[in-house]
């Protein structure tokens, strides 16, 4: 089954603990994106990758870090959490960064973080 | 000039009535419009998308109006059923032909409909 499966779906940590969100999907997909959905603000983009080793910022980045050593994975790295990175977040990926009309983005279920 | 404003935030409709959200932009490079419905506890799913060469886009029971003179696209959901309760998305990028990429999306900030039996 095509899927975008994300671990945890939900985690309760502390300040400053690093921590690491893996992603991975199974349709040998280029493109891959992180995205933070907040109350009353819907999904912002924290960072993306066009295809493997290349990455770069989307909307919110700070505080965040990506790396895409494996066309698969695509892992959203918190070196220094704080509460106001408290949000569910969705990762997502899709054919290539190019689209075709129509290309979907296929989003994991998300995880649920809460920094206290 | 980056946002996408999406309206009402949220919408109650009877069963096999007609739901109608409407979204804004003001970046005119903007070229590739998708909307995405999001089920409790799971991720967005591409539901309809529109380019703007197109006035309108309809599959089954839900249709995109696109109007690019005045910035505007909105989403009509007719014989509104109690499965289509959820949040909706409008989105929009600049594809990849014009300099951007077709999925950085940037969304409205979403609409919660409940539809009523």
């Known amino acids: 089954e095509a899927q975008v499966t994300q671990n945890p779906r939900y985690l309760i940590t502390v300040t400053g603990k690093k921590l690491t969100v893996t992603c991975s999907q199974n349709m040998n997909h280029e493109y891959m994106s992180w995205y933070r959905q907040d109350p009353g603000l819907g999904l912002r983009q924290i960072y993306y990758s066009m295809n493997v080793e290349v990455t770069d910022k989307g909307d919110v980045p700070e505080g965040y870090k990506v790396s895409r050593k494996e066309k698969r994975n695509f892992p959203l790295i918190l070196e220094s959490p704080s509460p106001n990175q408290t949000s569910l977040y969705f990762c997502?990926?899709?054919?290539?960064?190019?689209?075709?009309?129509?290309?979907?983005?296929?989003f994991g279920d998300g995880t649920r973080l809460s920094i206290l | 000039q980056q946002q996408v404003k999406q309206s009402p935030q949220s919408l109650i409709v009877q069963k096999g009535g007609i739901s109608i959200i409407n979204c804004a932009y003001e970046n005119t490079a903007f070229d590739y419009f998708p909307w995405y419905q999001q089920f409790p506890g799971k991720g967005p799913a591409l539901l309809i998308a529109i380019r703007p060469d197109v006035s309108e886009k309809k599959e089954g029971r839900f249709t995109i109006s696109f109007n690019k003179s005045a910035k505007q696209f909105s989403l009509h959901i007719m014989d509104s059923q109690p499965g289509d309760s959820a949040t909706y998305f409008c989105a929009a990028s600049i594809s990849f032909t014009y300099g951007g990429s077709q999925g950085n999306l940037i969304f409205g900030k979403g609409t919660k409909l409940s539809v009523k039996p």
């Open positions: 997502a990926s899709s054919l290539s960064a190019q689209g075709a009309y129509n290309q979907p983005q296929h």
